[in-house]
């Protein structure tokens, strides 16, 4: 085991200085309502935020994850018009805050009263229902941070199919390997390893970003959290309820990361980052 430095424990102690007095101050303070905390902590309102949020971070995830390999294999397309629709795609979603896509979507029926199915250059309509009863909240709120999610699970899949060694892919075909039976068995094992991290990495960002759509009332924790303190002012509280439960999730996802790391690890070829 190597011996710590003398700095490295300096600075471990400062850390636990810190933490220690900001731990202090919040169970000192006079303006906090601890019994309020406590109260809140398992409330049904908050508990189904906490479920909104959950569902939110699962459905979002899933149409990212699915929607990110299409664009990384339109990217690494051959064709012009598959590469460049996947780069602009990518461009626009990671280029506007996700907080203006999340109003965007919210307010889709400022901009469309109705969405459905017309005839082509015609006003007739097969299929037609009106903008806010389709594109509720919730619906608003997937569709932003799915959308937004596929653009950066894009890139995170296109790396790691980019990181394999291309000589492993020509050595696979020179034993008489198809394109296909090489891609399952060479390139996507190691394009694997690579992805998994980033990508539960990515996952618990998107566990936090689902606080966003409070400002559309989307019905996740803060908005929960929100709705309760508007009523009886307990705002600090009540953001300290909705901290809690965002730390525990993004500590199992922590944990859960840590875990697909070390499960894929012996995919990646020797030496692979390192």
């Not at 905390?37 to 995830?61: D, E, H, K, V, W």
């Not at 009863?133 to 596929?150: C, D, K, Q, R």
Request: glycine share 6%; hydrophobic share 55%; net charge positive.
């Amino acid at each position: 085991m190597t011996a710590r430095r003398p700095w490295t424990w300096a600075a471990s102690a400062a850390v636990a200085v810190v933490a220690a007095a900001l731990a202090t101050s919040i169970a000192q303070n006079p303006n906090i309502d601890h019994t309020a905390i406590l109260r809140y902590q398992f409330a049904p309102a908050i508990l189904s935020g906490l479920a909104t949020t959950l569902s939110l971070a699962a459905i979002s995830g899933t149409i990212g994850l699915v929607l990110g390999i299409v664009l990384a294999l339109m990217r690494l397309s051959p064709d012009i018009v598959l590469r460049s629709a996947s780069e602009v795609y990518t461009w626009a979603f990671r280029g506007t805050p996700l907080l203006v896509q999340i109003l965007f979507w919210g307010n889709l029926a400022l901009l469309f009263k109705r969405v459905g199915l017309y005839v082509p250059f015609t006003d007739i309509a097969l299929v037609s229902v009106n903008t806010n009863s389709l594109i509720t909240p919730f619906v608003a709120s997937i569709l932003a941070l799915g959308l937004n999610e596929g653009a950066y699970m894009a890139e995170i899949v296109r790396a790691g199919i980019a990181s394999v060694d291309r000589g492993q892919v020509d050595a696979a075909r020179a034993f008489g390997m198809t394109s296909g039976l090489a891609m399952r068995r060479i390139v996507l094992p190691q394009a694997l390893a690579v992805a998994i991290p980033p990508a539960v990495n990515q996952f618990t960002n998107l566990l936090k970003a689902t606080s966003l759509v409070s400002v559309i009332a989307g019905g996740d924790l803060l908005t929960e959290a929100e709705n309760i303190s508007s009523a009886n002012l307990h705002t600090i509280e009540l953001l300290l309820v909705a901290t809690f439960w965002f730390l525990a999730i993004t500590s199992l996802s922590t944990f859960v990361q840590h875990l697909a790391e070390r499960r894929v690890a012996h995919f990646l070829p020797a030496g692979h980052g390192r």
